[in-house]
């Protein structure tokens, strides 16, 4: 496939992130360096803006990111758009996962992430060790930070401000049927769901995705889609990689994925997949 995109968009998780939830020094060098020579290279993730700081290298820069799996997207840490989940949904759906002792945390824009009190317990039972072996070592790491460091544990939900709602549960059977009852309240009220692994399920607003973001970051760029270069490894990257002009899958992706894209990376997102598959097309 001959390589002419005037814009990159990377996935995190399993894709430039590798299963330590760290960013290489090699793909920092290799983003400055297709930038130096005019190509746009954003981030395109579900993870919330606030977490990616902490997992690049020192100096790391994007043009762009889109977060939250397209909930918002930044140029300069300034936000060029946000969508949020209405009230009316994130009451219900704490509500529904009490009931069913689903693991949850609640994304607010520009603060900590939350879940309640009340749910500590059954929460904290989801990531006893040990660790099952379905789920990844990234998101089981994660889950232990979270848990440690990052959720705001909080008597009641404030705010009216909300980017998107991650689930977690410790066995697939756990998982598939929150799945299930989240389809049935798609019929009350519209949402989007997203998934990056067998034991997680995201929700944002109906109809947004990483696709979606796309679209709207590029505008600012003057780039049109079939410019656009996407890599990415899991569902959450489905409409992505279907929606861009030169889509590419990790190796490490499903078989599912790479047989949706143009072409597959020569390595893992534990071998530096990403810095070799743009030296090779780019330098």
Same mark, same amino acid.
């Given at each position: ?5 005037k814009? +990159?968009?990377?996935?995190? /998780? %399993?894709?430039?992130?590798n299963?330590? =939830?760290k960013?290489? +020094?090699?793909? #920092? ?5 297709? @930038? ?9 993730t579900?993870?919330?803006? /606030?977490e990616?700081?902490? +997992?690049?290298p020192e100096?790391f *820069?994007?043009d ?5 799996n397209?909930?918002?997207g930044y140029i /300069? ?7 949020? $989940?209405?009230? !009316? $949904?994130?009451?219900i $759906?704490?509500? @529904?996962? @009490?009931v069913?002792k689903?693991?949850y ?5 520009r ?25 990844g070592? =990234?998101e089981?790491l ?6 440690k460091? !990052?959720?705001?544990w909080?008597? !009641?939900v404030?705010?009216? #401000?909300?980017? *998107?709602?991650y689930?977690f549960?410790? &066995? ?5 049927h929150?799945? !299930?009852?989240?389809e049935q309240?798609k019929r009350e009220i519209?949402f &989007?769901?997203s998934v990056s692994?067998?034991?997680n399920?995201?929700?944002m607003?109906?109809n ?10 590029i #505008?600012?760029f003057?780039?049109k ?6 890599? %990415?490894?899991?569902d =959450? ?7 861009v002009?030169y889509?590419?899958?990790?190796k490490?992706?499903p078989?599912?994925i #790479?047989?949706m894209v ?11 997949g990403v ?6 097309c780019?330098t």
């Amino acid at each position: 496939m001959q390589q002419n995109p005037k814009a +990159i968009f990377l996935d995190m /998780d %399993g894709t430039i992130l590798n299963h330590q =939830n760290k960013v290489s +020094i090699l793909t #920092k060098e290799i983003i400055d360096k297709l @930038r130096a020579k005019g190509i746009y290279v954003f981030i395109a993730t579900g993870r919330a803006h /606030d977490e990616i700081e902490e +997992i690049v290298p020192e100096g790391f *820069k994007v043009d762009g990111v889109i977060s939250s799996n397209g909930m918002a997207g930044y140029i /300069d840490d300034k936000a060029v758009f946000e969508h949020s $989940l209405s009230r !009316e $949904l994130v009451d219900i $759906l704490i509500e @529904r996962a @009490r009931v069913n002792k689903v693991y949850y945390e609640l994304f607010p824009y520009r603060a900590a992430r939350i879940s309640l009190m009340q749910d500590q317990r059954y929460m904290l039972d989801e990531i006893q060790d040990p660790k099952p072996d379905s789920v990844g070592i =990234n998101e089981w790491l994660s889950r232990k930070k979270a848990i440690k460091e !990052e959720i705001s544990w909080e008597t !009641e939900v404030s705010g009216d #401000k909300f980017s *998107k709602f991650y689930f977690f549960a410790r &066995t697939k059977e756990h998982i598939h049927h929150w799945k !299930e009852e989240l389809e049935q309240l798609k019929r009350e009220i519209d949402f &989007t769901m997203s998934v990056s692994s067998e034991h997680n399920v995201e929700v944002m607003v109906a109809n947004v995705n990483k696709a979606t973001g796309i679209q709207q970051m590029i #505008k600012s760029f003057n780039v049109k889609i079939e410019e656009v270069m996407a890599i %990415g490894d899991s569902d =959450n990257d489905i409409q992505m990689l279907q929606s861009v002009g030169y889509p590419v899958a990790m190796k490490n992706a499903p078989d599912r994925i #790479k047989k949706m894209v143009s072409d597959v990376t020569d390595f893992t997102c534990d071998e530096d997949g990403v810095y070799h598959y743009l030296c090779k097309c780019f330098t």
